[in-house]
Structures are given as C-alpha cells and as structure tokens.
C-alpha cells in the first residue's frame, strides 16, 4: 500500500489533505490493488446474492468488508453471516445489539432482509465506499490523526437528520472508536475519563458539546461548518499533546546527559 502523505501533520496537514483530495482521489482509482477491488464488487452481482454466498467468497467479503472499515473480521465468517441475517426491524437482533454502528450500516446498505437481495447499483456504491475507506487508510499510513479526522467528517455526516435523542447519538459516538477518539480529544477529556460510568461518560458528552460547540445534537454537528470546528479542535489538541511530550522527552534526554547523573 502506497500512502498518501501531505508533507506536514496537524493543521496545516488538514488544510493541505483538503486542497489535494480530490486529485488523490483520482490517482487512488487509478491504482491497480484499487481497480481490481472495485471491479471485482461491480462485475459480481451473484456474490451480493445472500450472506451465505458472500461470506463464501474471499475476495468479496473482504472487498465489501473493508468498505466499511471492518477489514480486520475478514476471518470471522460466521459472525459476519450472522450479522447480515439479523433482522433489522428487531431491537433486539444482532446487528441492533453491536454498540460499534458499522455493523449496521454494512447490513443496511447490504439489505438482505430489506430486498431479498442486492439491488442493481449495489457494486457501484460499494466501490465508490472502498475507495473512500482506502483513501483514509493511505493517508493513515502517513498520519493517522490526518486519518482519524477524514474518519470522523464521513461518521458525523451520517447522524444528519437522524432524528435520533443527543443521547441514543452519544452512545453510537461512544460505541465507535475512531470517533470517540475524535470526540473525547477535540473537548479536552483526559486518559481518566473512559473509566467513569457509561452513564455519567454520556452525559459528560452531551454537556461538553453543548459547552464548546453550542449544541449537543449530532445532527447539528453533521452541518460541514460544525464538523470542521470539531476536527480544527481535535488536531489542534493532539498537536498539543504532541509537542508536549516531545518537549519532556526533550528535557529528559538533555538531563540524563548531565555529567554525573547516571
């Protein structure tokens, strides 16, 4: 894998990712790993056909896998069937009970349940999500808070008109890791916090949103203007955070070299 790299981190890198990205993008589809990955979902409808015969296939499963970001269960065959047999109408189904969300986005894009099968654009727009998520993993193979941002810009805009209580939202936030990093860096909560009570870690979020964003809704922060102030605050911190420890390291490598110390 190639990565794509901006030549700087933090801010100025965001602000370099987002004047070049489209023109990655193009070059991305261009790449041979990239077209065979993407052809292969458009040229095999009969792969999409039931769970059973896409987790059958290698190839595909992978490919539609690593669509959503779920790479990493290419080899959990009967837990992924299982998940996209579930019944998405039931609370209590599988795929409803996964706090991580991208579960169910994979079985409601999918929609076996839904359809009885894939429909006709279904390789397109799982070709199209492949190489958004490759694009993301390149440009984390050369920083992955440049990764994590592009992340949590295509999880927030999927709570936009969601409809859903600050709470029900929070805890698909809390449910996600990636964008929980986002979340808990960009409104300053320290290593200390994931040990309070689910409850209480809710709560903390819906009050620090409202207190620095003005608003508690995911819905709301999905506005582009939103979400760009909460990935500005996120690097922005993690730039911090960075050269903090880059300083006490500094000033621990400069004492041990004192005469005398050691």
């Not at 397109?124 to 958004?132: V, W």
């Amino acid at each position: 894998m190639m990565p794509i790299s901006t030549g700087a981190g933090g801010l100025l890198g965001w602000k370099i990712l987002q004047r070049t990205e489209a023109r990655q993008i193009e070059i991305l589809r261009r790449d041979a790993v990239v077209q065979r990955a993407t052809n292969y979902l458009r040229d095999n409808p009969d792969k999409l056909a039931s769970p059973e015969v896409l987790v059958g296939d290698y190839r595909m499963l992978s490919a539609v896998l690593s669509a959503f970001g779920l790479e990493g269960d290419v080899a959990n065959k009967a837990f992924i069937r299982k998940v996209l047999e579930s019944d998405l109408g039931d609370r209590n189904a599988l795929v409803n009970r996964l706090s991580d969300k991208r579960y169910l986005r994979m079985a409601e894009a999918l929609g076996f349940n839904a359809s009885g099968g894939s429909s006709v654009d279904l390789g397109e727009r799982l070709g199209e999500a492949f190489i958004q998520r490759e694009y993301e993993r390149r440009v984390g193979a050369g920083d992955e808070d440049l990764r994590l941002a592009l992340n949590a810009r295509r999880e927030i805009a999927a709570f936009a008109g969601s409809g859903k209580s600050a709470a029900t939202q929070w805890y698909e936030v809390m449910g996600n890791p990636p964008l929980r990093k986002v979340f808990e860096t960009a409104l300053g909560f320290g290593p200390s916090f994931g040990k309070l009570p689910i409850e209480r870690q809710n709560a903390e979020f819906i009050k620090a949103a409202q207190r620095q964003f003005g608003t508690s809704s995911l819905s709301d922060l999905a506005e582009p203007a939103a979400t760009e102030r909460i990935i500005i605050s996120f690097l922005a911190r993690a730039q911090l955070t960075q050269s903090e420890g880059q300083n006490r390291y500094s000033a621990a490598l400069a004492l041990l070299a004192r005469p005398g110390f050691v």
